[in-house]
């Protein structure tokens, strides 16, 4: 079964290679295991997150594209939709029927037609917009609803630490 | 299995915990697991079989009605009950019949191609949906160059890899058709969902039931002839209750029957010699 995954994996990583989204690096960590992917996102402009850059992993499954890859930051980020443990919580990471914070929208769900590619645009979107209604992470909701100031300072000391600066002076 | 893996899925309304979600992933584990039991594609069996599933006292309805049935039907392939069951038995009868009709098979591999073009140009994400149709369109084409023998064609239809990217491509010309013809479908949409999403969220994506919508657009699309014959608790006379599609057409033959069970979908044959 493994093996039209290897494929699919291998066309993604080609299309990534020659069109890459800007702002987005992702590949298989090694050669011989194009199940395990590290990747690096930038913060998107003109948000608390905007010029860090965040390492990630995305482990695929074995019958990948049918099921979705997990995605799991490295860095401990503090996010709405950001486990603790870095897990990524996104409807797209998640087939139909397969919600578990209850709250996500009927749109972009995990299906075969989707990519890669499609996964790391969310997860950019997601870091500009954080969805409370839906958190892993409740304190950072909590916080992010209602102290963004806070927040923000957080944000700001982890965009730092990705970019291995001081820590701010404020 | 006569039911389908969602219904055993755990619908959540609250936001769960990590261990309730570490549990949910031994669960969901546990009935693959059961189901992976099954192949995903039974050999053909003599009709009697299904009457061997129930219990002549404490099941007596599906009992009489699985012997009444066996008057029409000579043969049934069980198919794995995982949420594709009724894409995955068109598949399995459209494949039996392009396996013995040339020129259905060619028309088959055309309309294939056509398909694939008029996907992109309804939206669909163009290399991720392409690879499904130019999958199927290979495998059709091996059939008709004699690189499968006909074992050969159920090994594959029976593993996981290749019958789930075949089956991929019937999901996607249901969705495709349904798309296609957005405006005699849409008003049957539950309300606060669009089309686009009905089709993205309960036919794109695999391990989803088909409901009516959907077989509706997969007959309409493939041009094939279904015949669904149901096997409820009605105590109907002469076998029970049947429906054809796309239109109940009298003395047409259906190019395929399938069983419906509550929930489930497997394939069956009608007894020729008592035709």
Redesign the interface.
């Known amino acids: 079964?493994?093996?039209?995954?290897l494929k699919?994996l291998m066309?993604e990583y080609k299309?990534l290679t020659t069109r890459p989204p800007e702002g987005i690096i992702a590949a298989p960590i090694d050669e011989d295991n194009f199940f395990e992917w590290e990747c690096l996102i930038t913060g998107p402009e003109e948000t608390c997150f905007a010029n860090g850059v965040f390492p990630a992993r995305i482990t695929f499954p074995q019958?990948y594209?049918?099921?979705p890859p997990k995605m799991r930051f490295t860095c401990g980020i503090f996010h709405p939709n950001i486990?603790a443990d870095g897990r990524v919580c996104i409807s797209i990471l998640h087939?139909?029927?397969?919600?578990?914070?209850?709250?996500e929208l009927?749109?972009e769900?995990?299906?075969?037609?989707?990519?890669i590619e499609?996964i790391l645009l969310s997860v950019v979107s997601m870091l500009a917009e954080p969805n409370d209604e839906?958190?892993a992470n409740?304190s950072a909701a909590k916080m992010w609803r209602e102290d963004r100031a806070q927040f923000e300072k957080i944000a700001d000391s982890l965009v730092r630490k990705t970019l291995c600066l001081p820590a701010s002076e404020i | 299995m006569a039911n389908d893996s969602d219904e055993n899925k755990p619908t959540s309304t609250a936001a769960m915990t990590e261990d309730d979600l570490l549990l949910q992933d031994q669960q969901l584990k546990q009935i693959e697991d059961e189901q992976k039991a099954s192949p995903l594609v039974g050999d053909k069996l003599p009709f009697y079989a299904l009457a061997g599933l129930y219990d002549p006292v404490s099941a007596i309805t599906f009992f009489t009605k699985a012997n009444e049935l066996a008057a029409i039907y000579s043969d049934i392939r069980f198919i794995r009950g995982d949420g594709n069951c009724f894409y995955r038995a068109v598949l399995v009868g459209i494949v039996e019949i392009l396996m013995k009709d040339r020129e259905r098979l060619i028309k088959f591999i055309d309309t294939g191609r056509e398909w694939m073009a008029k996907l992109v140009k309804l939206g669909f994400p163009d290399w991720t949906c392409s690879d499904f149709c130019e999958f199927f369109i290979e495998f059709l084409e091996k059939i008709r160059d004699g690189k499968y023998t006909e074992a050969e064609v159920f090994q594959n239809l029976n593993d996981d890899g290749t019958a789930n990217y075949l089956l991929m491509y019937f999901r996607l010309i249901t969705s495709g058709f349904l798309k296609d013809n957005c405006e005699e479908y849409a008003p049957f949409i539950a309300e606060g969902m669009t089309l686009q999403q009905y089709c993205e969220t309960e036919i794109e994506a695999m391990w989803k039931e088909a409901d009516h919508l959907s077989i509706m657009a997969l007959v309409r699309a493939t041009g094939i002839r279904l015949r669904i014959q149901y096997m409820d608790r009605s105590e109907a006379p002469n076998g029970g209750y049947q429906h054809d599609l796309p239109d109940e057409a009298d003395n047409v033959t259906p190019d395929i029957t399938l069983l419906y069970r509550p929930g489930h979908y497997d394939l069956i044959y009608r007894n020729l010699v008592a035709q």
């Open positions: 079964m493994a093996g039209y995954a699919r066309t299309e019958d594209p049918l099921s486990y087939a139909p029927g397969d919600d578990p914070t209850g709250y009927s749109n769900r995990w299906s075969p037609v989707q990519s499609k839906s958190p409740v």
